[in-house]
Nanobody, 119 residues
Framework: QVQLVESGGGLVQAGGSLRLSCAAS????????MGWYRQAPGKQRELVAA???????NYADSVKGRFTISRDNAKNTVDLQMNSLKPEDTAVYYC?????????????WGQGTQVTVSS
C-alpha cells in the first residue's frame, strides 16, 4: 500500500549538484526510517544516507561532507542534497522506507532514479 515516488535524478558534470526527493503515500503509519540506497553496475546496492523519524542520520563514508539528507515527517518526504558530485557517484538511486509493526520489519522501495555524473 505504501508507495515511494522519487524525483530529481539526471545528468550532471563532475563538481555539480543535484537534489533528490522522495514522497511516501498510501499510509497513515509513521515511517521509522527513510533513506537512499544506490547501485552501480557490477556492485551491490549500498546505503548512501538514512534518517530516522527522530532526526538521527548516518552516511556512507564516501559521501560524508558532500551529501545531506533531510526529512519532513509531516509531509512524509525525504530529500538528498548531493554536492560536489563525482563520476563514481553514478548509479541508480533508490528511496527506501522502513516501518516496524509488532516486531516485524516492513521494507518499502521506490523504482529508482538514474544519476549520471560525467567527467
Amino acid at each position: 500500500q505504501v508507495q515511494l515516488v522519487e524525483s530529481g535524478g539526471g545528468l550532471v558534470q563532475a563538481g555539480g549538484s543535484l537534489r533528490l526527493s522522495c514522497a511516501a503515500s498510501g499510509t497513515m503509519f509513521n515511517l521509522n526510517a527513510m533513506g537512499w540506497y544506490r547501485q552501480a553496475p557490477g556492485k551491490q546496492r549500498e546505503l548512501v544516507a538514512a534518517i530516522t523519524s527522530g532526526g538521527s542520520t548516518n552516511y556512507a563514508d564516501s559521501v560524508k561532507g558532500r551529501f545531506t539528507i533531510s526529512r519532513d515527517n509531516a509531509k512524509n518526504t525525504v530529500d538528498l542534497q548531493m554536492n560536489s558530485l563525482k563520476p563514481e557517484d553514478t548509479a541508480v538511486y533508490y528511496c527506501n522506507a522502513k516501518r516496524w509493526v509488532l516486531a516485524k520489519l516492513y521494507d518499502y522501495w521506490g523504482q529508482g532514479t538514474q544519476v549520471t555524473v560525467s567527467s
